[in-house]
């Protein structure tokens, strides 16, 4: 029985389209969720979309329409962008589904149940954009004197009756899970901050609304709707059946991996463990916030007129390279960049100009010089052996530790420079000379360089699903032959050779991108 590991994303508002940065999150959660299951784990993979909340309501008054309408048309595109970009999730959650509606209304019952719910009267800040309280003292002034929360968004006095939490009986437990269990959340630097922060003292939590009614309706509580976050963090359960101890929700509860953005690590390592351990639900394994992907160094915003439809984009670089370019440049944890230019540099330096070009010399020369046969009985010399160890050695553990490390940049340069290591072993070896010279040596290089493709291909899925998945059906790799275990089989040269394999006239597998036209040149 392999290993379950089950994985989630943010879900996101649906007050707008998805932008560059909800593509991001996902791509990055479906590079993990691949290379898991490369590794041989049965992976659950979930992302959806956040419905409720007054940002919801707000935007859906704005543009005329009911929030259902909004959050209907809306998640859509998610749902598309995620099609488009290939993320491989096994559940597009909707906070408006019945089934979360009572997943979210049983964890209120146990939390209730625990005594940790009481009604009061809330009166203080409230931010609609970032859908979250706070205190005074975290506030900060903007431009013309006015207040705004600590991530620069309009703050409003609220004043209602609501339900609370008991947050601040969990300061401790909460410093105790982050003493304990250093892992929990990620990076480090997230971690300092949180520990402050909940060292600081932690206040009650209201967690009910009573001005609008676009949410969870509060059990037993009429005119109440849960505070969005409380729904929003349950969607973790209810995609696995909660409250119901069903197959999936004993298989993978605890989730392995929460990734979600540097803006919402607060809600996901102080309340959500405080909600869980109140109503006795163990808790997450990690959660990790990632950093802000912005736009040539600039915070995407719709009034800067920046922010980019990752669809769009996808089209006009490719999926495989937007993907490749993100996981490659952004050092994950901390902040990144992007711009068309980057885009087109990055992907033809390393996509065309090296692994497609190698792919390509290779496996038309095998094609044109071997009438496309592969054999598994040639000479292995120094130069073959050293090749083939650097290739291994760059994709196997070192690639799969800087993988499970979330280290992808790391794992990606260490790819990269095996491809350029056999580069300078097809200009050093020069095997279209080789032809007339030597063909038994040009026979070996050549199916020394198919292996190491092979092994480069395999190691790469995550990242380029399509383009690595084309190349290991034109090399005929079976489908079912291409996890990180597969590597060490050293039959496989012999088995295709056995098979009568022969390859066919290899298709370019990277286009050299050109810039759009309006991007400068410089
Ligand atoms: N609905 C909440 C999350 C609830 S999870 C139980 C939310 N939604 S969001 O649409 O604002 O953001 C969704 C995810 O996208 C978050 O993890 C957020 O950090 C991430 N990002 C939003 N803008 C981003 C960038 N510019 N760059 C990278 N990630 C960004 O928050």
Known sequence: MSEPYYITTAISYPNGRPHIGHAYEAIAADVIARFHRQMGRDVRFQTGTDEHGLKMAQKARELGQTPRELSDEMSSYFMQMCEKLNISHDRFIRTVEDEHHKASQAIWKAMEANGDLYLDRYEGWYSVRDEAYYDE???????????????????????????????????????????????????????????RFVEGGLNDLSVSRTSFDWGVKVPGSDGHVMYVWVDALTNYLTGLGYPEKTKNYNKFWPADLHLIGKDIVRFHSVYWPA???????????????????????????????????????????GVDQIRYFL?????????????????????????????????????SMIFKNLDGAISADWKEGDADKALYETVSSACGTAFQHAFTDLDFSKALDGWVQAVFACNQYVDEQAPWKL??????????????????????????????????GKLLDQMGVAADARSFADVQDSDWLQQLADNGFTLEKPAPLFPRLEMPEGEEKA
Not at 348 to 359: E, K, Q, T
């Open 435 to 468: 032809k007339k010279e030597d063909p038994e040596r040009m026979r070996a290089v050549l199916n020394n360089l198919f292996r190491c493709i092979r092994v480069l291909a395999i190691a790469v899925q995550p990242v380029i699903p399509n383009s690595a």
């Open 275 to 317: 909600f869980l351990m109140s109503a006795g639900i163990d808790l997450p394994k990690q959660v990790f916030g990632h950093g802000f992907l912005l736009n040539k160094g600039e915070k995407m915003s719709k009034s800067v007129g920046n922010v980019v439809d990752p669809v769009a984009l996808a089209y006009a670089f």
């Open 137 to 195: 003292k975290e506030l900060i002034e903007g431009e013309g004197n006015e207040k705004l929360s600590p991530q620069g968004t309009p703050v409003e006095w609220t004043a209602e009756e609501t339900w609370f939490f008991r947050l601040s009986k969990y300061q401790e437990p909460l410093l105790k899970l982050y003493n304990e269990k250093p892992n929990f959340l990620r990076p480090d630097s997230r971690r300092n901050e949180i520990m």
């Open 327 to 363: 996981m490659r440049e952004v050092n994950f944890g901390s902040d990144g960049s992007y711009s068309a230019k980057a885009i087109v540099t990055k992907t033809n330096a390393d996509l065309a100009n090296s692994f497609g070009n190698l792919v390509q010399r290779t496996l």
